[in-house]
């Protein structure tokens, strides 16, 4: 069982930048791959960026990629995405994952393969 806690939300203008971060309770944090998602108003929640156990492997969804990174910190149970050049369509909730599926995949990008879930944070990104 893992437990998943955001933080760091908030409102920025465009073209800048905010971290959130996701804190994990338990001691297997590193057994698990995470994922970062998202949800706008009136949307599906939709696929962020994911990344491996070991840290060693990432994805980003292509509206993302070169704008957001994402790591973690297996010695403090943290996930992070750091998000620069920010824009208004950034603006949803963000939700932190973790997946506990055992396969020779690195990362998973798809919300089934995620079994627990956290409760989310808000990002705004004005004009």
């Known amino acids: 069982q893992v437990q998943l806690v955001e933080s760091g939300g908030g409102l920025v203008q465009a073209g800048g930048s905010l971290r959130v971060s996701c804190a994990a309770s338990?001691?297997?944090?590193?057994?698990?791959?995470m994922g970062w998602f998202r949800q706008a108003p009136g949307k599906e929640r939709e696929f962020v960026a994911a990344i491996s156990r070991s840290g060693d492997n990432t994805y980003y969804a292509d509206s993302v990629r070169g704008r957001f990174t994402i790591s973690r910190d297996n010695a403090k149970n943290t996930v992070s995405l750091q998000m620069n050049s920010l824009k208004p369509e950034d603006t949803a909730v963000y939700y932190c994952a973790a997946s506990q599926r055992r396969t020779e995949r690195a990362y998973y990008t798809e919300r089934s393969s995620y079994d627990y879930w956290g409760q989310g944070t808000q990002v705004t990104v004005s004009p």
């Open positions: 338990g001691r297997t944090f590193i057994n698990y791959p």
